[in-house]
Nanobody
Framework: QVQLVQSGGGFVQTGGSLSLSCSVS????????MGWFRQKPGQQREFVAR???????EYSAYVTGRFTCSRDIARNMVFLQMNTLVPDDTAVYYC????????WGQGVQVTVSS
């Protein structure tokens, strides 16, 4: 079992920045990939970024160049730095860990005003 607890998010104006954190506990040694997803109102959850253990971080086309996903394995944490935010980034953001199955954080709201 893996538990993920998120923090961060909030409200920001267009062009602003926010950061998200995700603290991981439990059977962390089995985690293969950590990443971030988001869910906009009325839409399905979509991929934002992922960082495989020992691999290269990948981003969706919508956030490339604006978001940075990083992982601190020693502290069992993963981060998402979001810059140059736009209203279309408004969503609930979830961190995720892939081990024997996929585990989710509780989600945090990010709201970007125009």
């Amino acid at each position: 079992q893996v538990q993920l607890v998120q923090s961060g998010g909030g409200f920001v104006q267009t062009g602003g920045s926010l950061s998200l954190s995700c603290s991981v506990s439990g059977s962390v040694e089995g985690i293969k990939v950590m990443g971030w997803f988001r869910q906009k109102p009325g839409q399905q959850r979509e991929f934002v970024a992922r960082t495989p253990t020992g691999g290269k971080t990948e981003y969706s086309a919508y956030v490339t160049g604006r978001f940075t996903c990083s992982r601190d394995i020693a502290r069992n944490m993963v981060f998402l730095q979001m810059n140059t935010l736009v209203p279309d980034d408004t969503a609930v953001y979830y961190c995720a860990a892939v081990a024997d199955t996929i585990y989710w954080g509780q989600g945090v709201q990010v709201t970007v005003s125009s």
